[in-house]
């Protein structure tokens, strides 16, 4: 009997303190609809001052041949010598291998200094339709004298650094790999879609070509030191074995010399995108506008409370 008692008074206490948590709601409703108005209003006027950014993207496919598997068996241990690669994962290694060469450091400076004008990556403001011209932050670089106006604290400089470019290059770069078939999707995030279509090509490009200029190099050197192990030994299993090396590191020439899409082939190519990819105005929009009423309702909840 006085655990029901119990339970009724508990229950009439949540009754009256969710009364009084709505009383409180309503009498302040209209400093929670002004809060909420100004967020919402103050969220319009901030996405409309939002450039658009556009993401050109390319699909491609792993180009890498797979090596045979009884050859890499039989001449598994005169290839390592050799410094020939002939392993059944070849191709897998290969794709990977290029995927981490087109994020690293290296390779990335050298295209922002061979491809890229530091300005279009460092300084735009916005991108203008009608002219297809960009817009530059004045305060970071100053177009007309071609000088960078930025404010930088020793060591750095107004200029931006190659350290600095491949850092903004890196954040706008997207590279994904689908572990089930194998694709790659590299895609570039820029305020004009005309540039963003025009850095990815030129980045397949020279992807292509670091990595068959570095294959090229390898099996010249593997052909090299194959072609001198033949010359000083008489055993004719053993210089039987160092040919088929031979041959196959010039099939590996022959196919870097034909091949221009070497280590990737595109399968759908960037295109100019019509469409931005973000921002997304509205939900911002409708997130600033939830948040304004969450906090002006908290606000006029704890002031009820201290009230009481």
Known sequence: MTENVTQQRQAADDE?????????????????I????????????????????????ALLAPASEQKGAGLSGQLGGLAALAGVSLGSGAGVNKTALAIEVLKSRDFLSRFIQQRIQLEDLMAVKSWELATNTLKY????????????????????????????AYKALSGVLIVSQDEATGMVKLSIEHHSPYLAQSWVQMLIADLNLEMKTRDIEDAEKSIAYLQQQISQTSVADLRTTLYSLVEEQTKTLMLANVRSEYVFKTVDPAIVPEIKSKPARALIVILATILGAMMSSLIVILVGIRKN
Do not use: C, H, M
């Open 16 to 32: 009256i303190d969710l009364r009084e948590l709505f009383t409180a709601i309503w009498q302040g409703k209209w400093i929670i």
């Open 34 to 57: 002004a809060v909420t108005a100004v967020f919402a209003v103050g969220s319009v006027f901030y996405v409309l001052s939002l450039p658009n950014i556009y993401k050109s993207e």
């Open 137 to 164: 932050d004045t305060e970071v670089y100053n177009p007309q004298t071609q000088q960078w106006l930025r404010e930088a604290k020793p060591p750095k400089q107004a200029k931006p650094s190659l350290q600095q």
